[in-house]
C-alpha cells in the first residue's frame, strides 16, 4: 500500500510538473510579437522609402525594426515610433500594441525631450557663444529631469509587455573631430554636441540598466561614420528638407543601427 501511494504521489507530481512546463513554454513561445516605439531615429527619417499609412510619422521601410522584422519574420510586428516624438508621446500614442504576447521591444527616445533639434538650429543660425549656453541648457535637462521621464515609459512598458525582452537604442555622435569639414560649426562647437550626445547616452543607459533592460549603444558602429569623416552615415545640415538633417541615412540605419539591434535583441 506504501509503495502505491508513493508511486500515485510521484505520478501526480510529475504530471503537474510537466503540466506547468508545458504551460511556461507555451507561454514563452506566445510571447514572440515584436513592437517598435520611439522617435524619428527609429521611425527612419532620414532614410527615405516613409509609407503612407504613417503620415507625418514618416516611418521608413528602411528604418532597422522594419528591416528586423522583414528578417526575422516576428509573429507580429507593430511598428509605432514617429517622428518628433518624445516620452510622453510614447506613453500617449504608441503603447497599444503591446501585450502579453509581446516578446521583444525596441525604443529609441529621450534626444526630443531634451531639445536636440533646436540646439542644432540654434547652433547652425547663431553665434558659438549662443550655441554653447543652448547646449548647456540641454546637458541640464538631461540631468535633472529626463532621468524621470524615461521611467515611466520603461515602467509602462514592463507593465504592458511583463514578458518582452526590450532593447533601447541610444543615439550616435554628430561629428568627427578635426575632420574634413571646412566650414559650418566651430570644433568647439562640434565638440561640445558630441559631449552632450555622450551625456545623453550615459544618462539613459543607466535608466536602463536599472529597469533590467538592454542598452544598445550604435557610437561604436558611427565611429568613422560621422559628420565630418567624409563616410558620414548622418545626414548634415539640409536647407531643402530641414527634417532629414541629423539624422541617420539608410547607411546608417543598414550599416549603424540594425547590427546594433541585431546583437541585443
Avoid at 50 to 68: F, H
Wanted: glycine share 10%; net charge neutral; hydrophobic share 40%.
Amino acid at each position: 500500500m506504501r509503495r502505491f501511494r508513493i508511486t500515485a504521489f510521484m505520478t501526480s507530481f510529475l504530471f503537474a510538473a510537466g503540466v506547468a512546463l508545458t504551460g511556461a513554454t507555451h507561454a514563452q513561445a506566445a510571447a514572440t510579437g515584436y513592437v517598435a516605439l520611439g522617435d524619428s531615429y527609429s521611425s527612419g527619417v532620414g532614410s527615405g522609402s516613409y509609407t503612407s499609412e504613417s503620415g507625418d510619422c514618416k516611418r521608413s521601410t528602411k528604418a532597422y525594426p522594419a528591416l528586423w522584422a522583414a528578417a526575422h519574420s516576428p509573429s507580429s510586428f507593430n511598428f509605432t515610433a514617429c517622428s518628433g516624438a518624445r516620452t510622453g508621446d510614447v506613453l500617449s500614442s504608441q503603447l497599444a500594441p503591446l501585450g502579453a504576447g509581446t516578446g521583444l521591444v525596441s525604443i529609441s527616445i529621450g534626444g526630443n525631450d531634451a531639445g536636440f533639434a533646436d540646439v542644432m538650429t540654434t547652433c547652425v543660425l547663431q553665434s558659438e557663444a549662443t550655441c554653447l549656453s543652448r547646449i548647456n541648457t540641454a546637458r541640464a535637462y538631461v540631468t535633472s529631469t529626463l532621468p524621470a521621464n524615461l521611467d515611466k515609459v520603461y515602467d509602462a512598458i514592463t507593465a504592458k509587455a511583463p514578458a518582452a525582452h526590450v532593447v533601447v537604442i541610444g543615439y550616435p555622435r554628430f561629428y568627427k573631430l578635426s575632420g574634413s569639414c571646412i566650414a559650418g560649426l566651430s570644433e568647439n562647437e562640434r565638440s561640445a554636441i558630441n559631449s552632450a550626445s555622450d551625456l545623453l547616452n550615459t544618462t539613459i543607459a543607466k535608466r536602463v540598466a536599472d529597469h533590467g533592460f538592454t542598452f544598445g549603444d550604435v557610437r561604436p558602429a558611427f565611429s568613422g561614420h560621422e559628420i565630418c569623416s567624409g563616410d558620414s552615415w548622418l545626414h548634415s545640415v539640409n536647407w531643402t528638407n530641414i527634417g532629414e538633417s541629423y539624422h541617420p541615412t539608410a547607411a546608417g540605419q543598414s550599416g549603424g543601427y540594425l547590427p546594433v539591434f541585431n546583437s541585443n535583441a
